[in-house]
């Protein structure tokens, strides 16, 4: 009797699920690409898939395909980045009648060299040099000991005057100044400095700027008269913050007597000017262990380039 009370519990139990089942809708997978959805009141209905597609990439892919997850059912999509290129500016050359203060210091100011003193450009009647000048410690000008190091790339002094020291083959000394900018797209400053009625020939030729040791431009130049004449790039030695070609005690003293807090103190005999950086080699407004180590370093080349042993003639 049991048996038979056990056995009609087990019918009645699978009536019950198997009427729960058919009152609930259905979905039936008939294939991959189709799927038959059945409702109580409506009729089945047949809805298709679309076709597995393509799953964009995410962005990493071009830079780092490592980064991927496993490749989707669909695969990646064909997929070829954009990209714009655009040419970058050429720096602007600022100027003002009067410093105009920087934020970042308070009390010093920004210096901008006057108007007057800056040629928008070139004058086609005269022979013009071209001169690209990488300044240790400044951008990506680097020093003695890290050629390839990054330093202020907001120089407080963005234009500055150059001197430009031309010798001729009877070692005549001819002397011009011009004006390089801070270009901060390259690290370096840049500028074209007019130099008159310079013949055409060979020359040697050096550079020079407030606080830096002279360099000879490498190799001999042939210059051709009325034209704008590209000059190698040049790299200038800092710390020669009393400007006589020497990185020595003296120099050393200057930057000791502006150091922390003596820079607002009589002891500070090379503060900064319109012109000049003085003891703040690195020019980002304060005399810090950041000039203090910089020096240090750039006393490996203690002397700056001078004149000429030889006349410029081309070697055979």
Request: charged share 15%; with cysteine.
């Amino acid at each position: 009797m049991n048996k038979h009370i056990k056995h009609d519990i087990r019918i009645l139990s699978f009536l019950s699920a198997l009427f729960l089942i058919i009152a609930l809708p259905t979905t039936v997978l008939l294939t991959q690409k189709q799927v038959i959805t059945q409702e109580n009141a409506a009729g089945p209905t047949l809805t298709f898939m679309p076709t597995p597609t393509c799953i964009m990439p995410p962005p990493c892919i071009f830079s780092h395909p490592a980064c991927l997850p496993p490749v989707p059912v669909g695969g990646w999509c064909p997929i070829t980045p954009t990209i714009t290129r655009t040419p970058s500016p050429s720096p602007k050359i600022t100027c003002a009648p009067l410093p105009t203060c920087d934020p970042r210091l308070g009390i010093l100011c920004r210096f901008y060299p006057p108007c007057s003193a800056i040629s928008p450009t070139p004058n086609p009647l005269s022979t013009n040099f071209s001169l690209t000048v990488y300044l240790h410690g400044v951008g990506l000008g680097g020093d003695n000991v890290n050629p390839h190091s990054i330093g202020n790339d907001k120089p407080l002094h963005p234009n500055r005057i150059v001197t430009v020291l031309v010798y001729d083959k009877n070692r005549t000394l001819i002397t011009r100044q011009g004006m390089i900018s801070f270009a901060s797209e390259s690290g370096n400053f840049i500028g074209i400095v007019d130099m008159g009625n310079l013949t055409g020939g060979l020359y040697l030729i050096k550079v020079q700027t407030d606080g830096f040791l002279q360099r000879m431009v490498s190799g001999i130049q042939q210059i051709i008269p009325k034209k704008i004449n590209n000059i190698p790039a040049v790299s200038l030695v800092t710390g020669d913050i009393n400007n006589d070609n020497q990185l020595d005690l003296l120099d050393y003293n200057l930057l000791i007597g502006c150091y922390g807090g003596k820079m607002n103190t009589p002891s500070c005999l090379a503060k900064p000017s319109v012109t000049s950086a003085g003891a703040d080699i690195n020019d980002d407004g304060v005399v810090d262990g950041g000039d203090y180590n910089l020096f240090l370093r750039e006393l490996s080349v203690q002397s700056g380039d001078t004149g000429p042993t030889n006349s410029p003639t081309p070697t055979p």
